[in-house]
């Protein structure tokens, strides 16, 4: 046999070599064939450990910290059955096409989806897991850590400190705005912006208001919170918080109309998305002493590159989008998105699921 000859041979066998593989791969114990699944990224053990003891799938995974390039994704998602997705990943038609009809099931690990197509969704019959609940209160305890961080310049402060900015004990040197006697606007009144509400209660907070797509009487009188239009909640709140998810309604719904709105010793903070929030118009309000002060854990894009302008504003606090990020919460998250995946796998109901 010549060289290229052999070569050809040996290539052939490789290749058959590797769909038999495949095939024992995609198989359980018993012999049947299973779904092949595929994980775009590391995720926390416990939703690894549900994943593997099912043994009701074969899993492909990105096993990496850093987002799986779209390219790869592309690739991998052909024929696969099932899709466990972050936030990271937009799934649109482009990565439903590149899967083919055997996709039945998209989870994500997380309570927004927006970056999901819902509508290519619905076209092509997939179902769509996701994990609410489960991150609400790590999400209010970040949120409220961030919003006493922009107004008690804690950040600014430490970097004084650090820094031989510390002089001595100075009356006017330092002093933001407390939360005692204010007045609290939340954008946006879901199981996140109630859980806020709840744990700024103590802080001496007199008055709540929120906004929402539609008045919420039954969550509001809880905290009690009264129900306002936008340009209200601008001009009567010490500090806005913003909880809402992004839709088409709320991209942008922070702009120049509401910051030119809001008081000079107002406080902004955004735990939701980035896009909610026109980043160019909170700058200028920042800049121009339109508002206080701001604290970000959301940006658009993510990450925000280090040269931006609001990384240069001692008066805005920006964190690398961790609301979530304790340990426990992102176990919960991993695990509840490999419960959904799996139900949605069986055809059963998910315990959490988006109604398409
Ligand atoms: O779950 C989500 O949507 C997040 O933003 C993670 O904190």
Redesign the pocket.
């Known amino acids: 046999m010549g060289t290229l000859c052999h070569l050809k041979w040996l290539k052939k066998t490789l290749v058959s070599d590797f769909h038999t593989w495949w095939k024992l791969q995609a198989t359980n114990t018993t012999g049947k064939q299973v779904p092949r699944i595929y994980v775009t990224r590391q995720i926390p053990p416990d939703g690894m450990k549900i994943l593997h003891q099912s043994r009701l799938c074969h899993i492909e995974q990105w096993d990496s910290e850093d987002p799986v390039p779209r390219s790869e994704l592309l690739k991998k998602v052909a024929g696969i059955q099932g899709l466990y997705c972050l936030?990271t990943e937009k799934i649109d038609a482009e990565v439903l096409d590149a899967a083919g009809p055997s996709l039945k099931v998209v989870s994500t690990m997380?309570?927004?989806y927006d970056h999901i197509s819902l509508q290519e969704l619905k076209k092509r019959g997939i179902r769509l897991g996701y994990?609410p609940d489960v991150?609400t209160e790590a999400?209010a305890e970040l949120t409220v850590a961030l919003l006493l961080a922009a107004s008690r310049r804690l950040l600014e402060a430490a970097e004084k400190a650090k820094t031989g900015g510390w002089g001595t004990w100075k009356p006017l040197w330092m002093c933001g705005h407390g939360l005692t006697d204010s007045t609290v606007g939340i954008l946006g009144l879901g199981r996140i912006g109630v859980a806020v509400a709840t744990r700024l209660k103590p802080f001496g907070v007199k008055r709540f208001l929120y906004t929402d797509m539609s008045a919420r009487p039954e969550v509001a009188t809880s905290i009690p919170a009264d129900s306002v239009t936008v340009d209200e909640l601008a001009r009567l709140s010490d500090f806005i918080v913003v909880c809402c998810a992004l839709t088409p309604e709320t991209q942008g719904i922070c702009n120049k109309s509401l910051f030119s709105q809001m008081k000079d010793t107002a406080i902004f903070v955004n735990t939701s998305r980035g896009g909610v929030v026109n980043q160019d118009d909170l700058y200028q309000a920042l800049v121009n002493g339109q508002i206080a002060a701001a604290g970000l854990d959301v940006t658009e894009p993510e990450p925000l590159p280090t040269d931006h302008p609001l990384f240069k504003l001692k008066n805005c606090v920006v964190l690398p989008?961790i609301?979530?990020a304790t340990v426990s919460t992102r176990n919960a998250m991993a695990a509840l998105a490999a419960n959904n995946l799996l139900a949605g796998l069986r055809g059963e109901a998910m315990e959490k699921e988006v109604p398409l």
Do not use: I
């Open positions: 936030l997380s309570v927004g994990t991150l999400v989008h609301a979530s």
